[in-house]
């Protein structure tokens, strides 16, 4: 996946998601990004990749760009970035209706499962994203 061919994930405004102001809280953006690179993954990784990988955050950099609401059609799109030993760049970008209400690049940990230590991104993993 790329930027110009990012994967697609559909998202949904539960009440619980909205704040005082009227609009989809901010914490919620951040779970919406996490979602969507967990689909992602979910969506192409084999069961065997999964026994044997782990994914931690280490860093999120979002960008709010307009508030998105109860109603609206939510879905984020994702691709992968650099890598460089256990660390993986992934971008999200969110959209409401068809707008931009959010980006994000953040920086994600490759562990392994058995042991939840980190462990090199390898081929089998670029090859896949």
Not at 18 to 28: A, E, F, L, Q
Not at 40 to 63: G, P
Request: charged share 25%; aromatic share 10%.
């Amino acid at each position: 996946m790329s930027a110009q061919n990012p994967f697609p994930h559909t998202l949904l405004v539960s009440p619980a998601d909205i704040d005082d102001m009227g609009h989809v809280n901010n914490v919620v953006y951040v779970r919406w990004v996490q979602d969507v690179a967990a689909a992602h993954w979910n969506a192409l990784a084999s069961e065997e990749l999964k026994a044997k990988y782990a994914w931690v955050v280490l860093r999120h950099e979002v960008d709010y760009k307009r508030p998105a609401f109860l109603h609206d059609d939510v879905v984020g799109y994702t691709w992968v970035g650099e890598f460089h030993g256990a660390r993986f760049e992934r971008f999200v970008t969110l959209k409401a209706n068809g707008k931009m209400v959010a980006e994000a690049k953040t920086m994600w940990c490759l562990l392994d499962a058995k042991t939840l230590r980190p462990t090199r991104v390898t081929e089998e993993i670029t090859s896949l994203l």
